[in-house]
């Protein structure tokens, strides 16, 4: 082997992964796990805080004891992907392997990772938000859009969420009715939103940054094709057929954990693969999204009918 394919491996992981925190519309959920324990595979620790709250001071016996408990959950990552990919020695020498690989794996999270991990994650905040009782189902008209989304960012702010840490994602479709309502243009202004080491200035309704999504990441259930099975072998994601649209998910910025790890990165030469004269790139993806139990009142959801 070459003795600059490990170190073009390390690079492509590296890179890899900024990738997705940079590109993908849910990458800011990903500055949650900062706390979060990751030592390769499949598991990851999250650590858990529990207090006691105040108690009666006794002017004899002073202080009441509270205790303090700290651990660390362990969770298994749901979504374990991978694909494998061959480049013709003919048509890459030694010399330009890296541009070529680099635009390959870069062009296949661009088209392919990055949408499946976003659609994962809003499909599973609705779930989650479904199960907790946090959602409801409304068809967006023009007439009434903004008095529907204001009932639900203040069902959760009646919930402790303070309107400055709440984000707003919402399919484009009804982005669309929603800007093109005549109340709402002196209600929104231009905001920083910070995301993956990179400032981004998106719209804001009452200083909530507004993330528009496109519709087919803003479904509330998914097949995620296993690449194998009859009707599967491209890959990739499809919309379930019962799935409702996502109008918009309302949430406090640091409930939901966005946890993505490209776990594996191998690269053979052509000397190295036994099945063809050609590179051969092997990519592994573990990936998943965690709302803490005491979060999930943070999340609000709104579906279509």
Do not use: C
Request: hydrophobic share 40%; no cysteine; aromatic share 8%.
């Amino acid at each position: 082997m070459p003795i600059n394919t490990l170190e073009y491996a390390k690079l492509f992981q590296t890179e890899l992964d900024k990738q997705v925190v940079q590109q993908a519309t849910s990458g800011w959920m990903e500055s949650n796990a900062g706390q979060v324990k990751y030592n390769g595979g499949n598991e990851i620790k999250i650590p858990e805080l529990v207090v006691q709250g105040l108690a009666d001071y006794d002017r004899d016996n002073g202080f009441n004891q509270g205790s303090v408990t700290f651990k660390y959950q362990t969770h298994t990552l749901t979504q374990d992907r991978g694909r494998t990919f061959q480049l013709d020695a003919m048509d890459v020498d030694e010399t330009n392997f890296g541009a070529s690989a680099a635009n390959v794996m870069s062009e296949f999270q661009r088209l392919h990772v990055i949408p499946e991990i976003d659609a994962y994650r809003y499909s599973k905040l609705a779930a989650l938000a479904a199960a907790a009782g946090n959602s409801g189902e409304y068809t967006p008209a023009e007439a009434d859009i903004l008095k529907k989304l204001y009932a639900d960012i203040f069902a959760i702010a009646d919930r402790g969420v303070d309107l400055a840490n709440m984000v707003i994602t919402m399919g484009y479709p009804v982005y669309q009715i929603l800007t093109n309502n005549s109340q709402i243009q002196k209600k929104l202004d231009v905001v920083q939103f910070a995301q993956g080491g990179v400032n981004l200035m998106v719209k804001a309704l009452d200083g909530i940054p507004l993330k528009p999504v496109t519709s087919d990441r803003m479904k509330s259930a998914y097949v995620f094709k296993d690449g194998s099975t009859s009707g599967q072998t491209s890959g990739g994601f499809a919309a379930d057929a019962a799935a409702k649209n996502i109008n918009w998910i309302i949430s406090a910025r640091n409930t939901p954990i966005g946890i993505s790890k490209t776990d594996k990165v191998r690269i053979f030469t052509p000397d190295e693969n036994q099945k063809a004269d050609a590179w051969k790139l092997d990519y592994r993806k573990y990936h998943d999204l965690l709302v803490p139990d005491n979060k999930l009142a943070t999340v609000q959801v709104s579906l279509g009918v």
